[in-house]
């Protein structure tokens, strides 16, 4: 079975803080992602990353880098966090030709920023 | 660009069917997920479809239609556990491996 982990549940931190989301996955996928995920809104493309050292923005990408230096580990960044990052993030991960790409997702990360 | 469209909620009995449509509109298309997302946990893989037809598994089956840009999701013998939102996600062609996510219908499954 495909295994996505992050690292933090639950995180509550400050405005103007720097905050970093880490994801591992263990199934030697190329692609992965980082959403954000809000009532109402649905699941937002944050970043994502088809290879090593490489990183492309989606929909939502202001406010936020990523930074994937090895194959398994994709990690988001917020380098001054804001309320209105408050948010569930869910990490993500595919690969070409595995069931369509498919997108497996780890278990969330719920972030307050108070 | 793509459009997903899906109703925000619906409600049904224990023990019925109940289906769920997506229609969506992209340019090419490579593809159609449904996922299952409890309340407060991450979505889960439930089918694909690239080919028009259906595909059962178990108890829940998945349709696609290419050419009215359609899908949907059936529910059979429904269980309070599918209490969930279920999210449709359609793949761009020309090799994207990029889904885009519908906003997902919370379905209320009443005893």
């Known amino acids: 079975d495909v295994k996505v982990t992050q690292s933090s549940r639950y995180l509550v931190k400050r405005t103007g803080e720097k905050v970093f989301l880490e994801c591992v996955q263990d199934?030697?996928?190329?692609?992965m992602f980082w959403y954000r995920q809000d009532p109402g809104l649905g699941l937002r493309l944050i970043y994502f990353?088809?290879?090593?050292?490489?990183?492309e923005k989606g929909d939502i990408p202001e406010g936020y880098s990523v930074s994937r230096e090895k194959k398994e580990r994709f990690s988001l960044i917020l380098e001054s966090a804001s309320t209105n990052q408050t948010s569930m993030y869910l990490c993500?991960?595919?690969?070409?030709?595995?069931?369509?790409?498919?997108?497996?997702f780890g278990e969330g990360s719920w972030l307050t920023v108070v | 660009g793509q459009n997903i469209d899906q109703p925000t909620e619906m409600t049904a009995t224990e023990g019925a069917i109940v289906q769920i449509n997506c229609t969506y509109q992209t340019s090419g298309f490579n593809g159609l997920f449904w996922y299952q997302q409890h309340a407060g946990e991450a979505p889960t893989f439930l089918s694909y479809n690239v080919l028009d037809g259906l595909e059962e598994k178990g108890r829940f089956s998945s349709f696609l239609s290419r050419s009215k840009g359609y899908s949907y999701l059936l529910l059979k013998e429904l269980q309070m556990k599918d209490s969930a939102s279920y999210l449709c996600?359609?793949?761009?062609?020309?090799?994207?491996?990029?889904?885009?996510f519908g906003r997902g219908t919370s379905l209320i499954v009443h005893p």
């Open positions: 996600a359609a793949l761009q062609g020309g090799g994207s491996y990029i889904p885009t």
């Open positions: 993500a991960s595919s690969s070409p030709g595995v069931s369509g790409n498919t997108i497996y």
């Open positions: 990353s088809y290879d090593v050292k490489m990183k």
């Open positions: 199934m030697d996928h190329e692609n």
